[in-house]
């Protein structure tokens, strides 16, 4: 909590607002600019003494449902009623997801880089949009159908997506995606969709089960892997994540470590696209 900060946001934010702005008559004898702090705790449902201490940097830490009131108050914009949570020492609530919709820019982008491979991910791991380099390096194995499209399902129940990877990195990447996905449930505050998909997983792998009991937490920020690709080979990438400001999407970039022959073989991978070279013509 940023007593000080909170304290000078609020008194600034409740002398912006003008009392027919929240259905209040002005009244007379009005001696300072925008609401009275009684105008904002009677709007808040808290006491005029609370909102007092809180600008005076007296008060205790409000609680959530204190600062969502005062956001619905103070008739904050969603980026300033972000800012109230993280001034008053709360995670700030995820209520502006994209759900499906991917952006034109960030769909610009994916066509902007034609000899990397990248995919847009929602944060609980569905694969929303992915370009065509990345359809040559995982083929069917990543998927943008719905029913098959979100990869922490199907790397726990699909055998034909661990086989992509070497058997070695099976271990480290189960630990990957439980640990990133548990932040992203945090990060939604367990809602409806989250919990259901934990409940899915839960039931389909008793891997995924004991995973997400150690309660580990990590974003997948970066890492590197091994990709099996049936034509060309072993595969080592580097993959660089890119979150968008509410971190609900995500860009994977895959692309060669210093030193590696992937750039080579990415090449190749270009040239051939998703031929079959294991069968011949007549």
């Known amino acids: 909590m940023n007593r000080r900060e909170l304290a000078d946001f609020l008194r600034r934010r409740r002398e912006q607002l003008r009392p027919a702005d929240v259905g209040l008559t002005a009244g007379s004898r009005r001696r300072t600019p925008g609401l009275r702090r009684e105008e904002v705790a009677q709007l808040a449902g808290v006491s ?15 609680s959530t449902q204190v600062v969502a009131a005062l956001a619905r108050a103070l008739r904050l914009t969603d980026d300033e009623r972000d800012h109230l949570y993280v001034l008053a020492g709360h995670q700030a609530p995820t209520g502006r997801l994209a759900g499906d919709h991917v952006r034109p820019g960030l769909m610009h982008l994916l066509d902007a880089l034609p000899a990397t491979p990248a995919q847009i991910l929602g944060d609980l791991g569905d694969l929303l949009a992915q370009n065509e380099m990345a359809r040559y390096l995982f083929g069917e194995v990543c998927s943008e159908r719905e029913e098959s499209r979100n990869v922490v399902v199907r790397w726990f129940t699909d055998p034909r997506v661990r086989a992509a990877h070497p058997q070695d990195e099976h271990e480290y ?4 995606h ?29 891997e995924f089960a004991t995973l997400w009991d150690r309660h580990e937490v990590a974003v997948r920020r970066r890492s590197r892997m091994r990709v099996l690709h049936p034509q060309i080979g072993l595969i080592e990438l580097d993959s660089e994540t890119l979150l968008t400001p509410a971190e609900d999407q995500r860009v994977l970039v895959f692309t060669p470590p210093p030193g590696s022959d992937t750039a080579e073989k990415l090449s190749l991978l270009r040239v051939i696209g998703d031929q079959d070279l294991t069968t011949t013509g007549d």
């Open 48 to 62: 005029a003494d609370y909102c007092m201490r809180l600008e005076q940097q007296r008060s205790s830490q409000p």
């Open 173 to 176: 990447l189960s630990r990957v």
């Open 178 to 206: 439980v640990a990133d996905l548990r932040a992203a449930v945090a990060r939604r505050g367990g809602d409806a969709g989250a919990a259901g998909l934990v409940r899915r997983l839960r039931a389909a792998s008793a």
